[in-house]
């Protein structure tokens, strides 16, 4: 009896616990030294991908909040005591059921709008304008090619990373970043969070994604695809420059690549 | 010795083991058993054992992620560690477990004798451990399998992974899927056609329509895996190009037909439980489980869409904005029919006359878990946002969370629940709160961080991180959070051995139960029914102890039960029960000799493995099913 | 009161009224229908996806697989003449039927062998390409069924032949033919879409 009192105590306390850490997540989220946080967009698509996990994020939290109320209320008000008559046999309630099956129903389907234009908005072709990228996933290094900033030879401008030092993709700000995405072995997968979320590099096929970085900065990636041994070192850093800087950048790397024989 | 007697001494020894296995008595009787009682215990304590093995392996990757580039196993022993781990849980935990309940109460819920092929249900036990061990077995034959439990293509193909730690794993998800499959078979047989009199579909326990669903989820959806698993095969083997970009294949078909199999599963995985909760709730609130109707529909209908859901594990593969789209829909849909079973469940609490035992903790456990994994699911089934969660961590917190804080807290609350019922005595009761607690506090401490670490751009299966990602602190946590688990476990583990030497005795019906495996004793007799029973009402065995008195509140009969019991009239003696049989093992062993014959191209051993394949399935067809 | 019935018993009553047996095999049957779509699925996806030949064209002879897919056809008939047979209690009938029928079984797998030499001879095999692949193992598969339902009828008629199999016992002719059946209708789906559709 006291023994069940300081039980419902404890469970109250263990569940406040249980929440606390995940109301840590909101407040994780605030960057500190978390240089692929998806709660710290640095790109348009990153932060459409972030509105979205907030949509049904916070529904959520209020659900499991409720869920969580009414178990607890239930275990503190109808426990069992010396005494109790047994409970009335209530074989359910028609109309609430409905109720609580058409409910929930509607909420996701109002989730699901627009969830579905974002879908569309970022899935669209890129815009013709857009800074074209061809990322090539390799065990266990990335390489980028960019297939309109070509060198004497005609070669386009290559970036390989190596075992030792992942590659710098480095790309301009404020202009659209057409991806095409593919592997030269296993399935990868090319993510860098603060960015937007990934795509897979499968070979055989080539997978397109648009990007637009906001600020200039270096935001890490990695691969996101398990691809083997070395799957955890396949990693690459995004640097953003201003267009101009980006442009000098291109003219330096271009000039060291044909000097370097292609 | 003459040779002439050595024939006839064979057989007289092997009929002399068939008599003793029929006295439930020695290891033949293990060994040879059909009766789906035994069958159900051998399910779950190897089932059991393979937990520990899985947990260790889980000890270990924990322990290699606790601080930044650890060292505790190299990459490729991560890489295996983490694929057995996986595999392990899943199809010789989990899955197994939950053949432990259909075995030990589905023919008690529904009043039947035993199952309706016990042979068959034998050959399912021994076929799961043949697998389970042939899976273990790569370890001695130079790795355990490395491709991850879900073995995309090409990497798992052989340029790639040219050891044989992929076919083990290939040919030991095939027999397990014999023996899930077998399993399958039988129980369907054994709901539609054996319920006892009076018994309609709608009387029957949840548990039982739940085992019903996953039933046919099974046989519906593992032939898809079986066709990737041999196009895998065949790939490896015989250098077929199912998978082969070169040849113009595509991985991508792999995924497919895997994730057309795996999303079933993972509903195959906890529908079962989901059961379990269903019958505990209500005996330990003693009320009905409100809205059974609505919980048994919505039951069938998750099993319905799980079928239509299964490229949401492949958003980021690029099949485009119409399919992701359309993906997306269905996923979220599915959230419905899951959010009915809670919110019936927790009407079913309320009003109640609640009873905190072990079984109820373990399922309120199981719902406060369940539902954080479910709105998480919800938050997956975002496409968008799915961009970034996919390969993450929070995508390991998510499946721990329905996986681990649904599934096995649901087996324990069931374990609890019925032990009593098969071994005659409680659990200790404050072994069991202490079990429970440090199981919440445990799970809750290893993967609420994986949350977070996911959003903070952890991608999982890697085998090491840097520092200076704000992961490090989050990781450490979740490495003291598995050891916590890992000592509740202990601390059950203890708990069943001093039970069975001293627990209390429980007596046919320790927690005033609703259902028929209430109405005979602890342990049962191995016909379970003297008469097979007539049922009147759902929840019969209740109906049978209480009358509805005014106010609609439960009075209890005074002797004799709330109506006469009719039904057929045994003798002990006279109750014919299916002969033991050792068939069943035999064809069961000549499984993995056929499958190493492939796996190390050695022809000899699969026509080996054939002969005793064949010579198990005749004698088993020749052979009488009951002796006298 | 509840066991597994040898050869030699009848049918126990059931809650649906099907016999635990045939109720088992249509199960079963459920299941081998989503093994095969998935191998026909494949077959379909990567149809005329193939890179290099042999291609169907090249190599498929319509008319011979016709005739193999007519005798494959014919069994199915013999199959059910085996049903009504024991089901009547014709037990001689019945013998010679179940023999019939596994024999036209036979000559069915002995026209996939000669084909698949044939295919072999002329380049295409399980390696080469896409065709050679998901042709061999969707056609590979469906041939080992048959002869697991050779296999069974050759045992049913050996059983038969001792005399074990009558009109008491002829659910379990009838079950086999349920399998048999199946196997026929498989083979008449993998015929249309994979011979007959091709030029298309």
């Known amino acids: ?223 996101a695809e398990f691809c083997g041994l070395l799957h955890a070192d396949m990693r690459l850093i995004v640097v953003a420059h201003e267009e101009e800087d980006f442009q000098r950048w291109a003219q330096e790397m271009l000039a060291r690549q044909s000097k370097g024989g292609g | 010795m003459a040779t002439v007697s050595q ?54 990757i924990r322990l290699q992620l606790a601080t930044p580039n650890g060292d505790v196993v190299s990459p490729e022993v991560y890489n295996q560690l983490f694929t057995m781990h996986g595999t392990t849980m899943i199809f010789l935990v989990v899955m197994p477990m939950a053949s432990a309940f259909f075995n030990l109460l589905v023919p008690l819920q529904i009043g039947a004798r035993d199952v309706a092929f016990p042979r068959l249900n034998a050959f399912s036990y021994w076929t799961f451990l043949m697998g389970g061990l042939l899976l273990h077995a790569s370890v001695l034959a130079g790795g355990a399998p490395n491709g991850g439990w879900f073995g995309y293509a090409p990497l798992t193909e052989f340029p790639y992974n040219p050891g044989h730690g992929i076919d083990f794993w290939a040919m030991g998800l095939q027999i397990l899927g014999i023996s899930s499959m077998a399993s399958a078979f039988n129980f369907i047989v054994t709901i539609l056609n054996m319920r006892a009199p009076g018994m309609s579909l709608f009387r029957m326990p949840v548990f039982t329509w739940m085992t019903l ?30 998978f082969n970009p070169v040849k113009g294949g595509t991985p991508l078909l792999w995924q497919h037909l895997f994730w057309i199999f795996g999303h079933p599963e993972v509903y195959i995985l906890i529908l079962p439980v989901m059961g379990i909760i269903s019958e505990v709730l209500p005996t330990f609130s003693q009320k009905p489980l409100f809205g059974y109707p609505f919980v048994v529909f919505s039951g069938i209908a998750i099993a319905f869409m799980s079928f239509g859901v299964w490229a949401h594990h492949m958003y980021t593969t690029g099949l485009g904005p119409i399919a992701n789209a359309a993906f997306g829909v269905s996923t979220i849909l599915i959230a419905v029919p899951t959010g009915v079973k809670i919110f019936n469940w927790l009407a079913t609490l309320w009003g109640g006359n609640i009873s905190l035992r072990a079984p109820l903790l373990f399922a309120v456990g199981f719902i406060a878990m369940f539902v954080i994994g479910g709105l998480t699911g919800v938050t997956h089934s975002m496409v968008p946002s799915d961009y970034q969660q996919q390969d993450s961590y929070y995508v390991v917190a998510h499946f721990h969370q329905v996986l681990f804080g649904g599934a096995i807290f649901g087996i324990f609350a069931g374990i609890y629940y019925w032990f009593p019922k098969f071994t005659g005595r409680l659990l200790n009761e404050k072994l069991a709160q202490l079990h429970f607690w440090l199981m919440l506090v445990g799970f809750n401490l290893t993967f609420q961080p994986m949350m977070i670490l996911g959003l903070m751009g952890m991608p999982r299966r890697i085998y090491t991180y840097p520092q200076g990602m704000g992961w490090d602190e989050w990781n450490m946590l979740a490495t003291i959070g598995s050891f916590v688990i890992a000592l509740s476990i202990l601390v059950f583990m203890a708990n069943v051995v001093v039970s069975l030497r001293r627990g209390e005795e429980a007596g046919a019906d320790p927690w005033d139960g609703r259902t028929l495996e209430w109405s005979i004793p602890s342990p049962p007799p191995p016909y379970n029914f003297r008469r097979i029973p007539v049922v009147r009402a759902r929840d019969d065995f209740w109906h049978r102890k209480y009358v509805e008195g005014p106010g609609g509140r439960p009075v209890p009969v005074v002797a004799g039960g709330a109506y006469e019991k009719h039904g057929h009239q045994e003798d002990e003696e006279h109750i014919h029960l299916p002969s033991p049989s050792y068939f069943p093992l035999i064809c069961s062993l000549g499984l993995p000799i056929f499958a190493l014959g492939f796996i190390f191209k050695d022809y000899a051993l699969v026509a080996a493995g054939a002969v005793v394949i064949l010579y198990g399935i005749y004698g088993w067809a020749l052979e009488p099913a009951t002796e006298g | 009161m509840t066991h597994q019935p040898r050869l030699a018993e009848t049918t126990l009553e059931t809650a649906t009224g099907l016999d635990n047996r045939k109720l088992m095999m249509w199960l079963f049957l459920a299941s081998e229908a989503v093994f095969f779509g998935s191998l026909i699925a494949t077959y379909l996806l990567y149809r005329g996806q193939s890179l290099q030949g042999p291609y169907p064209e090249d190599v498929f002879n319509i008319p011979f697989t016709s005739v193999s897919s007519f005798i494959l056809l014919m069994s199915s008939a013999t199959m059910a003449l085996a049903v009504g047979a024991a089901q009547r209690g014709q037990l001689h009938q019945m013998r010679t039927w179940l023999l019939v029928t596994p024999l036209l079984g036979i000559s069915f797998l002995a026209g996939q062998a000669f084909e698949f030499t044939e295919f072999y001879r002329q380049g295409l095999t399980l ?56 196997v026929d209708i498989v083979w008449i789906v993998i015929f249309t879409l994979v011979y007959l559709l091709e030029p298309l």
């Open chain 1, 1 to 223: 009896m006291g023994l069940d009192a300081l039980r419902i105590d404890k469970k109250i306390t263990f569940y406040l616990a249980i929440f606390l850490p995940i109301l840590a997540v909101g407040l994780a989220g605030c960057g500190v030294d978390a240089p692929q946080n998806t709660f710290a967009p640095a790109g348009e698509v990153a932060e459409k991908q972030r509105t979205i996990f907030y949509m049904a994020m916070w529904p959520a939290v209020a659900i499991l909040i409720g869920v969580w109320l009414v178990l607890v209320m239930a275990l503190i008000r109808y426990r069992r005591r010396p005494g109790r008559p047994l409970p009335k046999q209530v074989h359910g309630n028609p109309v609430l059921e409905v109720a609580w099956t058409l409910a929930p129903l509607a909420l996701l389907l109002g989730l699901a709008v627009p969830m579905v234009a974002t879908v569309f908005d970022l899935g669209r072709n890129p815009k013709a304008e857009a800074l074209r990228i061809r990322v090539i996933g390799h065990q266990w290094v990335w390489e980028f090619q960019y297939p309109t900033i070509m060198d004497e030879k005609g070669k386009p401008l290559t970036i390989l990373g190596t075992p030792d030092r992942p590659p710098e993709l480095h790309l301009p700000v404020g202009r659209e970043i057409a991806l095409e995405i593919t592997s030269g072995d296993v399935i990868h997968s090319f993510w860098v969070p603060r960015l937007g979320g990934k795509m897979d590099a499968i070979p055989g096929r080539f997978n397109h994604m648009w990007l637009v970085i906001n600020e200039p900065g270096v935001y890490p990636g990695q691969c």
């Open chain 2, 7 to 60: 024939p006839v001494s064979v057989l007289e020894a092997l009929r002399r083991v068939r008599q003793e296995a029929a006295t439930y008595r020695g290891i033949w009787s293990w060994i040879a058993t059909v009766d789906h009682k035994r069958i159900g215990i051998l399910y779950g304590v190897t089932a059991f054992i393979f937990l520990l093995a899985g947990g260790i392996e889980a000890l270990l």
């Open chain 2, 213 to 242: 669903a996953t039933a046919f989820l099974i046989i519906l959806a593992m032939p898809a895996i079986a066709v990737a698993l041999f196009q895998l095969e065949f790939d490896r083997l015989f250098g077929a190009n199912f």
């Open chain 3, 127 to 182: 390696s080469s390409n896409l065709f050679g692949t998901t042709f061999y193992v969707l056609t590979g598969f469906h041939g080992a069924h048959v002869s697991v339902g050779v296999l069974i009828l050759l045992s049913l008629w050996a059983a038969a032949m001792l005399g074990k199999i009558g009109r008491h016992n002829a659910i379990n002719v009838e079950i086999a033919g349920l399998y048999w059946h199946f």
